[in-house]
């Protein structure tokens, strides 16, 4: 063997990855794609409606990512929305499956992107890695088992889609904790008990933490050092997988403790499904025939075509350009061009999960209408006495994290523009629920209280977003 194929051989054998962990991943995430689709699906018309929350015709005007492309604007009518996830729903099973897996899987991250890029105002981190998993699973040999496709593999293959894999998940907890700049991190430590003391997220078992100061405080700091081993665990070199297993049961810890604190949708669900593929072979032992290591003649490295490396290796270089670029010691930003590249793969990316810093203050809307006569109804509630005092089940008071992002854009300043469609939606939608008490206007507020140290609260400020009158 020539010294740099056999050189190229070691590199490889160190990062490779088991294919029973590739396919259990596959699985996983496509029960978590079905999940998140009925989801979306229970307001469907709403979020991706003609007549929704967001309009069609405003998706290119204010999205600021050119290159960016939906199917679900070829056609407004319901008939194309309904087919549109008809087909995601039938793609996402066949993809569960493992029915013609590579058709499926591109189907699926096309149909994926379609429906994200429709509506970007509802989305969190979890959506970002959910696309980067359907895009980088192209070139995963996820394949190879629980398929209905499945055929006999005459060769081990190593593939640049593992180290792509690989570095993407290096990424995340990297540049989340570079991100994660402030003193709330950095010196106070009090990036939980802020976090905790946000009420729309904070969890029943969250509640019980948020009595313990010293635990909060440890667990800061714990969160930012366990991203960085993280880094560390995944890239290090293991032909045992020993360090990729320690990772995976560090993202296991770290994950379902945010998920059992914090309501956070289906995020640290995601979360956990992406590191399902850093389970090395020797979790599997009991149910291979054999263990056999592949020798220089089983790896067959000529069948990876040039061009699909180049693509590959360009894509890995874009999304690591792109992370870069989001901190401030990276003094190169991304030209116009490249952007539009990444924007229309949709590899864009930003891992600012309570970065730079948590935020610090409690904020909730309010929903004063008027009726004919002038009489005040609170519409969201479906009362008549409109209070403006926090609910102490603030986060009861969303029919999915949808919806929570949704509210919480809302009331960012920086996207002003949602606020004349989300208050004209809801204002028609109580009118067309309620034709016995039909209301003429609607105004919206938002409340808002800063978070301070020691569980204390400063009173709450009451702000106008938007008024909006009966069409």
């Known amino acids: 063997m020539f010294a740099p194929a056999k050189i190229r051989f070691h590199f490889f054998e160190h990062y490779r990855l088991d294919t029973l962990a590739l396919a259990l991943m596959r699985v996983a995430l496509g029960i978590i794609v079905l999940i998140d689709l009925a989801i979306r699906g229970s307001d469907l018309f709403a979020f991706y409606g003609a007549h929704g929350i967001w309009p069609a015709e405003y998706i290119y005007s204010f999205s600021g990512k050119a290159g960016m492309w939906t199917l679900n604007s070829l056609f407004q009518s319901n008939a194309w929305l309904i087919f549109l996830y008809g087909l995601n729903v039938l793609v996402a099973i066949t993809f569960l499956l493992g029915y013609k897996t590579r058709w499926s899987n591109l189907l699926l991250w096309i149909l994926t992107l379609s429906f994200q890029n429709r509506n970007l105002y509802i989305l969190q981190g979890g959506d970002d890695l959910l696309r980067l ?105 293991s032909k045992k997988g020993y360090t990729r297993l320690l990772a995976f049961i560090l993202i296991l810890i770290l994950h379902l403790s945010f998920g059992l604190c914090l309501n956070v949708g289906l995020f640290y669900l995601i979360s956990v499904i992406a590191g399902i593929g850093l389970l090395p072979a020797l979790v599997f032992r009991k149910f291979k025939s054999s263990n056999e290591t592949p020798s220089f003649d089983k790896i067959s490295f000529h069948k990876f075509h ?83 005092i926090k609910s102490k089940a603030l986060n009861s008071h969303f029919k999915s994290d949808r919806w929570k992002k949704l509210a919480e854009n809302v009331q960012n300043d920086y996207y002003s523009f949602l606020r004349p469609h989300y208050c004209a939606f809801f204002l028609k939608s109580w009118n067309t629920q309620h034709p016995e008490n039909q209301m003429q206007s609607l105004n919206l507020y938002s409340m808002q209280e800063s978070i301070l140290l020691n569980y204390k609260r400063t009173e709450p400020n009451k702000k106008i977003l938007c008024l909006c009158d009966e069409q």
């Open 133 to 237: 998993l359907l895009f980088w699973g192209l070139f995963l040999p996820w394949h190879q088992n629980f398929c209905l496709d499945k055929k006999p593999e005459k060769s081990n293959n190593h593939g640049l889609g593992e180290i792509a894999y690989l570095l993407m998940l290096a990424s995340i907890y990297f540049f989340s904790a570079e991100l994660k700049s402030s003193p709330q991190w950095r010196i106070e430590n009090s990036a939980v008990y802020h976090a905790l003391s946000l009420d729309i997220y904070r969890s029943n078992i969250g509640n019980y933490v948020y009595q313990f100061p010293k635990l909060m405080t440890f667990l800061s700091a714990a969160t930012l050092w366990i991203e960085y081993l993280l880094v560390i665990l995944i890239l290090w070199p």
């Open 306 to 388: 040039w061009l699909k490396n180049t693509f590959v290796i360009g894509c890995i270089l874009l999304c690591l350009f792109i992370n870069f670029s989001g901190v401030k010691w990276f003094a190169y930003k991304p030209k116009k061009e490249i952007m539009f590249m990444a924007n229309a793969l949709r590899l864009d990316q930003y891992w600012s999960m309570f970065a730079p810093a948590v935020p610090i203050e409690n904020k909730w809307l309010v929903y004063l209408a008027y009726n004919h006569k002038g009489q005040q109804y609170d519409i969201y509630n479906d009362v008549e006495y409109v209070d403006f």
